[in-house]
């Protein structure tokens, strides 16, 4: 067998090349701004929910952030997954949370006296405070389950993964006992 010789490239050799346009940059532009919207709206929740979004929402969305990484660098062959995922999880939770803060604003405000008047019947006094109850206690639920859930999702892909590679490891010893079977 001859080799091959290379031969390089000219300076003066003309490349065509199609000039940049806003569809081939829209996307990255998108990505870059759904980023940016979810970490403005991380900030703007620490502050807003003052001593829960420091203690709660801070450290449970930073801990998305870096098992999304953690897991996207173990897992090479889902790591575009991992990563899309991690993204539009942690913005739907900030979502959430951030739209939850105006329900609970808006139904603070509402008293036994607007429930009675609004449903034209007596209502106890206790029943103002109880929905308030429920909605701190649902706050808690999502603040904290969610980011619970998004770890279990994330964790059952690793038997994914290494079920998927010792399917590789078998299919590449079947290849190896049948190429190096002898044929007589």
Avoid: C
């Avoid at 065509?16 to 709206?41: G, H, I, K, Q």
Wanted: proline share 5%; aromatic share 16%.
């Amino acid at each position: 067998m001859r080799k091959k010789h290379l031969v390089p490239r000219s300076d003066g050799e003309l490349m065509y090349s199609t000039p940049p346009t806003l569809r081939r940059y829209l996307p990255m532009f998108l990505n870059l701004a759904v980023y940016m919207v979810t970490f403005v709206l991380w900030l703007y929740l620490d502050t807003a929910y003052y001593g829960f979004g420091h203690k709660i929402i801070t450290p449970l969305t930073g801990s998305m952030w870096i098992v999304g990484a953690v897991f996207a660098l173990l897992l090479p062959s889902q790591r575009e997954e991992i990563i899309r995922h991690t993204k539009w999880f942690i913005l739907g939770y900030l979502g959430i949370l951030f739209v939850y803060r105006y329900v609970i604003i808006a139904v603070s405000g509402v008293s036994a006296d607007n429930l009675t008047a609004a449903f034209n019947q007596a209502v106890a006094a206790s029943s103002a405070t109880a929905v308030i109850g429920w909605l701190q206690n649902l706050l808690w639920i999502i603040a904290i389950t969610y980011p619970i859930a998004y770890f279990i999702f994330q964790a059952k892909k690793i038997p994914q993964f290494f079920g998927t590679r010792s399917k590789r490891r078998a299919i590449r010893d079947i290849r190896d006992i049948r190429d190096n079977t002898k044929p007589y």
